[in-house]
């Protein structure tokens, strides 16, 4: 059992839960063998840069940042995994989907499953785990029929 909370802190409508739940089902399924909880909130720049300066120390707007609470040294044990949240920025994100051309559907779910897996301990600091996390991210995207 999967729980997956959405909420919308940017103000605008978000298109595309429905596709947004799919994929996130897909990688809890293909990633997970415990029940897990986490959050995908839906943020603007102002809200992304001001995070992405607090916590990362960069002055800049970013697409996507994770907050993983198992990272935390004092987590209780509970019956399920407590994974953290996920913040997307709508802008940035609509900016992409055009810069790569694809579409923000495609765009939002590759930042979706990208923070999720963040959350789970995979990182793009070094070409192997670059790879390795790539390879996750187009697996389950095209297993959720979400093409470029």
Do not use: W
């Not at 603007?44 to 940042?65: P, Q």
């Amino acid at each position: 059992m999967e729980y997956i909370e959405f909420t919308n802190e940017f103000g605008g409508c978000i298109e595309y839960i429905d596709s947004l739940k799919k994929v996130l089902n897909i990688a809890t399924k293909r990633e997970l063998e415990a029940p897990a909880y986490f959050s995908v909130i839906f943020v603007d720049e102002e809200k992304i840069h001001k995070l992405n300066l607090e916590y990362r120390g960069i002055d800049r707007v970013t697409d996507v940042i994770t907050f993983a609470l198992e990272d935390e040294k004092d987590m209780p044990t509970l019956p399920y995994r407590l994974l953290g949240d996920i913040y997307i920025c709508i802008p940035r994100a609509k900016e992409q989907a055009i810069e790569y051309g694809h579409s923000f559907e495609r765009e939002l779910c590759f930042l979706a499953v990208h923070g999720f897996l963040h959350l789970l301990g995979y990182d793009h600091m070094e070409k192997e785990e670059e790879q390795e996390m790539f390879r996750r991210q187009e697996e389950i995207l095209n297993e959720a029929n979400i093409k470029r």
